[in-house]
């Protein structure tokens, strides 16, 4: 099973199995990391579950859609980079075995 | 209402929610909602009538949407449900007298000014406010008299959110008071007796002297450095710069009720609530770690806004019935934090749930509520500061509800703290 570092905001690393098929958000859930909030349950709709990508990562997990719904939902949340995405949207798959995600400092 | 009173009148609601005909429903009536009695019409819509349409109502016919996935459906699709063609109440603003703001916006315009606002209530605000709320509710409750009833709404749930709103918009703090005035004209039903405005053209001038105040502060503040107050904020943002007089006031009023009127009324509902369930208080007592989880449910349990309005851009088809372009679709939040499938036992309060933040009291997609993590925080130091200082407060009256089909206020509650 592929797996995934969360790092909080203040440093704290989690490293958790997520299975294939099973959203980023989802992992971090089911595994109580804190620092994911998924007010929506996973409808790209609150934008709580934002993340920010290492760079190593980013081409392989990709950048919301243009002009689709995560893009403007993550138009609304504070502190956005470039490499930030919902982590709602992001479905694990056998490549990303490895992924490290960031936790911003607060979900809004 | 009194709690006796009030359970034969849900008795009577449960008859006739069961009994009368679907096609005469109309929950747009705010008796339901002034003596709370709605719960057994929305069971009902949920389990035989999901997407339902209202014929006759004083507002017009319109359709009722009452499942939680229903609601989050309409709500993110903005492309056909509007805020932009008709507002986002069952209740039209008459045309001339129309206040646009960005809750009754489309993208791109809403997103424009959405923007200007936000970080006022971005997480690292927050921190930065976050001793300033802790040190004033300290002092009040510090000064809440013991062995004796008062008002909870008066005492304690209107100071701190009209303190707070005070700050936000960096308003002279003597004047304060009329903050939470303008919130509720901006709310009131000129049909309530007890409405501060008993007409459209009434509330209409109120609000404009509320524009007229915070203009000039406002002239000020486009004059000074930007700084971190909304006037500022909306004074300098290349979206809210220029706005004509009544985007002025249909913004004011926006920021004003949304940061008031939700978390005063939940202020007031989560301590309700507590007492109703002597259990769930008891737990909080001896463990007043599950304060995280108790503010969600309570937002959840109060349910603070009771609908929402979009108007259909396109026909659609939806949950099996054909929307036309132009009808109002009216979503019941109300109804969808009660829907047993999307919630564990809705209709129990539990303060200790799972999942507790998956609710729709702030509703979801673009026209989210902007201040949510704020209203939490209010919330949450409220209830810890409670915690620290009073091991009970008993509320000794049933609660007063406003008159409204809108904003589900509570207008006092008589509580005593013991000596």
Redesign the interface.
Known sequence: MPNVTYIEHNGTAHAVDVPVGTSVMQGAVDNNIPGI?????G??????CHVYIEPEWEALVGKPAEGG?EA??L??A??TQENSRLSCQIEMRAELDGLVVRM????? | MDVSLHDSALENAKRDAWSRPLDSYDMSNPDYYQNDTYFPYFDRLRAEAPVHYTRDSIYGPFWNVVRYKDIMAVETNHQVFSSEIGGIQVEDQPKNLARPSFIRMDPPKHDEQRKVVSPIVAPQNLLNMEPLIRERTQNLLAGLPRGEKFDWVENVSVPLTTMMLATLFDFPFEERAQLTYWSDVAIANVRDPLSPVKSEEERFDELKKMAERMSALYNERQKQAPKFDLLSMLAHGAATRDMPLKEFMGNLALLIVGGNDTTRNSMTGGLKALAENPDEYRKLRENPGLVDKLVPEVIRWVTPVIHMRRTASQDIEFGGQQIKAGDKVVYWYVSGNRDPEAIEEPNRFIIDRARPRQHLSFGFGIHRCVGNRLAELQLKILWEEILARFPMIEVTSGTERIYSNFIHGIRSMKVRIPA
């Open positions: 909030d998924a007010d929506c349950g409808e790209c709709a609150c934008a709580t719904m403007s939902m138009s609304f504070a502190a911003p400092d607060g979900q809004h």
